[in-house]
């Protein structure tokens, strides 16, 4: 087990998920979760009790780590097959990222704020989470490391940016907070084999909102 881990955090961890399991029925999410060590994505040690619970919280730069029931909804949509290819949109903390790892994917994450990404790339490798970290645009996406399997933005869009459209394979999926009014819906958006596009819904939440400018350091 991770250093810094020991029988409270993994008590609260274990209650976190227990709670989440109510709702969300993905084992291998829950199982994911189960071995993230949430209190190390949040930088205040003192809020170790806040990190198990339900609840987003400030990661600096007016950002959050997101709420533990919106990563299980998202993680789960999402559907990740081991060894698959997945690209994310807002890194922030790193735990999302985290959790698509244990879940076997192979991450690609963006954040477009450089103090983030330099902070969550130092975590996410002292914590032995192997995932690519880039300091750009999520908006652009990543073509370098094109074409993926999932796609998956944690922050609120505008609408469905056609670069992520463009770097996912047929077969695979986008899942995508997009604004409605106060808050956004989660959309899936599926591009089928033939390439057409199949969306739905899966009810609203809370997301900072995606922003196209970078935020340099
Ligand atoms: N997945 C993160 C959620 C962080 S909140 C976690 O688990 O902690 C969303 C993040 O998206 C913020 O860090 C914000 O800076 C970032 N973001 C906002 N607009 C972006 C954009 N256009 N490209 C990449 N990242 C963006």
Not at 12 to 24: F, Q, S
Not at 59 to 76: E, F, H, W, Y
Request: charged share 25%; hydrophobic share 40%.
């Amino acid at each position: 087990m991770k250093a810094n881990d020991g029988h409270l955090q993994q008590g609260l961890r274990r209650k976190l998920v227990e709670a989440l399991g109510r709702e969300v029925k993905d084992t291998a999410v829950l199982g994911a979760i189960g071995r993230v060590p949430r209190h190390l994505f949040i930088d205040d040690t003192a809020f170790l009790r806040q990190a198990y619970e339900d609840i987003a919280f400030p990661i600096g730069m007016g950002q959050t780590i997101s709420q533990p029931r919106t990563v299980a909804i998202q993680s789960s949509l999402l559907q990740v097959v081991k060894g698959e290819k997945v690209l994310e949109i807002g890194t922030g903390s790193g735990y999302q990222t985290a959790v698509l790892c244990e879940l076997g994917a192979r991450v690609v994450t963006i954040e477009r704020m450089k103090p983030l990404h330099v902070r969550t790339k130092a975590r996410l490798a002292e914590l032995g989470y192997k995932a690519t970290l880039l300091y750009g645009d999520g908006f652009a996406g990543a073509p370098a490391y094109a074409p993926f399997d999932k796609v998956l933005v944690t922050c609120g869009a505008p609408d469905v940016p056609p670069a992520l459209l463009d770097q996912l394979k047929p077969g695979g999926r986008l899942v995508i907070p997009v604004s409605a009014g106060q808050d956004q819906v989660m959309w899936t958006v599926d591009k089928q084999p033939d390439g057409s596009l199949l969306r739905r819904e899966h009810g609203r939440f809370r997301f900072v909102p995606m922003l196209t400018q970078k935020v340099a350091g």
